[in-house]
Structures are given as structure tokens and as C-alpha cells.
Nanobody
């Protein structure tokens, strides 16, 4: 079992930055990949970024490439999402998730454990 707690969300103006954190506890986190997803009202859950257990591979959704950076501090069992040049379209609830299954890691179904989410609101 892995427990995840996201933090760092808030209200920011367009062009601003936020850094989200995903703190993990429980067994299995060190051997798992960690992803970030987001969901806006009335929209499907969208892949944002993923990082492998040893940070050897990272991927981003097309809409955030060049603006967001995912990183991992294994000593702190924490994954971060640095979000720069934020746009109103980035508004939504951001979730971190952990998985160990192989396959397409941009799909939410690959992930076994989810946090409760943190709200990000970008005003224009």
C-alpha cells in the first residue's frame, strides 16, 4: 500500500508558477513510477507527466512540454511538479499517482494508487 498526499496548489495569474509536491508513504514507492494527471470540470483526466523509479525516463503531455518539469527526491519519498508559464487552460485538480504495471504510462488505468488531488486555478 502506498499513500500519496499532494500539496502546493493554489490561485495564480497567467504566466506565473507553482510547484506541486507529492509526498509518499508506505511500501513500494521506491520501485514505482510516479505520474501527474489533471482534471478540469467536465473534462476527462489528462496525463501531465511521469517519472520512472530511478528518474531514468521522463515524459510529458504535449500541452505542458517545455513549461512543466517533473523531478523526484528519493530520500524524501517526494515527487515534484514545477509548473511555469501557467495558462488558464492549466486549471484543474492535479493528482499524483503511483504504478508498477508496464504499458502506456500516459493512461490513468496503469496506476494503482492515487492522491486526493490539489486544486490549481490560473486566472487570465
Amino acid at each position: 500500500q502506498v499513500q500519496l498526499v499532494e500539496s502546493g496548489g493554489g490561485l495564480v495569474q497567467a504566466g506565473g508558477s507553482l510547484r506541486l509536491s507529492c509526498a509518499a508513504s508506505g511500501r513500494g514507492f521506491s520501485s514505482a513510477y510516479v505520474g501527474w494527471f489533471r482534471q478540469a470540470p467536465g473534462k476527462e483526466r489528462e496525463f501531465v507527466a511521469v517519472i520512472m523509479k530511478d528518474s531514468s525516463w521522463i515524459d510529458y503531455g504535449d500541452s505542458v512540454k517545455g513549461r512543466f518539469t517533473i523531478s523526484r527526491d528519493s530520500a524524501k519519498n517526494t515527487v515534484y511538479l514545477q509548473m511555469n508559464s501557467l495558462k488558464p487552460d492549466d486549471t484543474g485538480v492535479y493528482y499524483c499517482a503511483v504504478g508498477t504495471q508496464s504499458g502506456v504510462l500516459s493512461h490513468w488505468a496503469r496506476y494503482d494508487y492515487w492522491g486526493q488531488g490539489t486544486q490549481v486555478t490560473v486566472s487570465s
